[in-house]
Structure formats: structure tokens, C-alpha cells
């Protein structure tokens, strides 16, 4: 990709991790990240998501890929909300323990 053409976006040509650490350090609203399997590992893996939203269906397909796959790492997280929606699948609101808060 050389260039994106939505609006208030710019493309992200350095070490993705400089580039999420220094966004975060702005001001304004949160991050938002929606993707499958790839962006949730990829961030998870460099420590940048600090909170995660899933929403899980009750559709059971016998296969498929895990949501954060092999990481080398344990995520610790912390359940912040739950919420039941209609069709029966189910919000989960979690919040990222960092290591230096687990040792506490």
C-alpha cells in the first residue's frame, strides 16, 4: 500500500509499534482495532491493546481459527462488563493486567 485515501487516516510506514505507542500518547479518542485472528495476535504479541471487546456467537462450527492462536506469552486479563444480546451471543469486556500491575 502507498497511500490510503480515508478520511483522517495516514499510513503507518515505520516500526508499527512506535507508530500505535505514539498515537496512544495523544490526545483524543480511543483506538479502535476490528479484525479477526491476525490484528488481535499481532497487537497482543507487542503489548498495544489495552483493553479487548469480544463478542462470542452461539454458532458452533467444529473448526476454525483461535482468536489469539499460539502466543508466547499468558494474557492476563480482567472482565470488566458483560452483556446478553438478543441473538443470544454474548459481549465480553476485558481489560488488560500489564506485569508490573500482577506483581502488586
Given at each position: 500500500?502507498?497511500?490510503?485515501?480515508?478520511?483522517?487516516?495516514?499510513?503507518?510506514?515505520?516500526?508499527?509499534?512506535?507508530?500505535?505507542?505514539?498515537?496512544?500518547?495523544?490526545?483524543?479518542k480511543?483506538?479502535?482495532?476490528?479484525?479477526?485472528?491476525?490484528?488481535?495476535?499481532?497487537?497482543?504479541?507487542?503489548?498495544?491493546?489495552?483493553?479487548?471487546?469480544?463478542?462470542?456467537?452461539?454458532?458452533?462450527?467444529?473448526?476454525?481459527?483461535?482468536?489469539?492462536?499460539?502466543?508466547?506469552d499468558?494474557?492476563?486479563?480482567?472482565?470488566?462488563?458483560?452483556?446478553?444480546?438478543?441473538?443470544?451471543?454474548?459481549?465480553?469486556?476485558?481489560?488488560?493486567?500489564?506485569?508490573?500491575?500482577?506483581?502488586?
Amino acid at each position: 500500500m502507498k497511500k490510503v485515501g480515508w478520511k483522517n487516516a495516514r499510513l503507518a510506514d515505520k516500526d508499527i509499534a512506535k507508530e500505535i505507542g505514539h498515537l496512544k500518547e495523544q490526545p483524543g479518542k480511543d483506538i479502535g482495532v476490528a479484525g479477526g485472528p491476525g490484528p488481535a495476535r499481532s497487537l497482543s504479541r507487542l503489548g498495544l491493546i489495552d483493553e479487548y471487546k469480544v463478542t462470542v456467537h452461539p454458532v458452533v462450527l467444529g473448526r476454525g481459527k483461535p482468536l489469539f492462536g499460539e502466543m508466547d506469552d499468558r494474557l492476563k486479563l480482567k472482565l470488566i462488563r458483560t452483556r446478553t444480546l438478543r441473538s443470544g451471543g454474548v459481549f465480553l469486556h476485558y481489560e488488560t493486567i500489564r506485569r508490573s500491575e500482577v506483581s502488586r
